[in-house]
Antibody
Framework: EVQLVESGGGLVQPGGSLRLSCEASGFTFSRFWMSWVRQAPGKGLEWVANIKQDASEKKYVDSVKGRFTISRDNAKNSLHLQMNSLRAEDTAVYYC??????????WGQGTLVTLSS | YVLTQPPSVSVAPGQTARITCGGNNIGSYGVQWYQQRPGQAPVLVIYYDSDRPSGIPERFSGSTSGNTASLTISRVEAGDEADYYCQVWADSSDPVLFGGGTKLTVL
């Protein structure tokens, strides 16, 4: 059974940093692109970042470029999102998802990031 | 590139719900649809415009025509009440693009 479990969310002050993790199981992690998608409270889905199987390609939404870094550890079946210089508008539930040409076919349950001073 | 969805759609149980997603020449992009029930993560219900992942009921179907993609839910049930999002693979700078979402209310 495919499982994605996010962790690392929490309350952080504007300007602070946070590192999210996503532990994958039930599939060969190293064979898939992976994504982070976020959802602000009461809002829609927003794609944040993608990473290729071997981490040779990474893509980001413009609003996080230069502040967020997506990475992966295929040996540990884990995906990460390092978030720096956090802003109030980064408050959201962050989901990791498996990315295939057919779509984002598996999602974790999400981890909440809250910006508050 | 922008995907436009109606904010809400309402339907009585047993009837058919149709949720639209508008975008310029959307049929050329390949459209996915996701269902998100309250408090839960999204679930892929349609990919490549009209294909269903395993485990998704046949009541869910998708189509595209011109500048509009549609998700049709037949014989709507109370459990179908959720937010529905369309998604396409856009350009290389913004590869994953979602519509704004449609709240389906089962009356």
């Amino acid at each position: 059974e495919v499982q994605l479990v996010e962790s690392g969310g929490g309350l952080v002050q504007p300007g602070g940093s946070l590192r999210l993790s996503c532990e994958a199981s039930g599939f060969t992690f190293s064979r898939f692109w992976m994504s982070w998608v976020r959802q602000a409270p009461g809002k829609g889905l927003e794609w944040v970042a993608n990473i290729k199987q071997d981490a040779s390609e990474k893509k980001y939404v413009d609003s996080v470029k230069g502040r967020f870094t997506i990475s992966r550890d295929n040996a540990k079946n884990s995906l990460h999102l390092q978030m720096n210089s956090l802003r109030a508008e980064d408050t959201a539930v962050y989901y990791c998802a498996r990315l295939r040409p057919q779509g984002l076919d598996y999602w974790g349950q999400g981890t909440l990031v809250t910006l508050s001073s | 590139y922008v995907l436009t969805q109606p904010p809400s759609v309402s339907v009585a149980p047993g009837q058919t719900a149709r949720i639209t997603c508008g975008g310029n020449n959307i049929g050329s992009y390949g459209v996915q649809w996701y269902q998100q029930r309250p408090g839960q993560a999204p679930v892929l219900v349609i990919y490549y415009d009209s294909d269903r992942p395993s485990g998704i009921p046949e009541r869910f179907s998708g189509s595209t025509s011109g500048n509009t993609a549609s998700l049709t839910i037949s014989r709507v049930e109370a459990g179908d009440e959720a937010d529905y999002y369309c998604q396409v693979w856009a350009d290389s700078s913004d590869p994953v693009l979602f519509g704004g979402g449609t709240k389906l209310t089962v009356l």
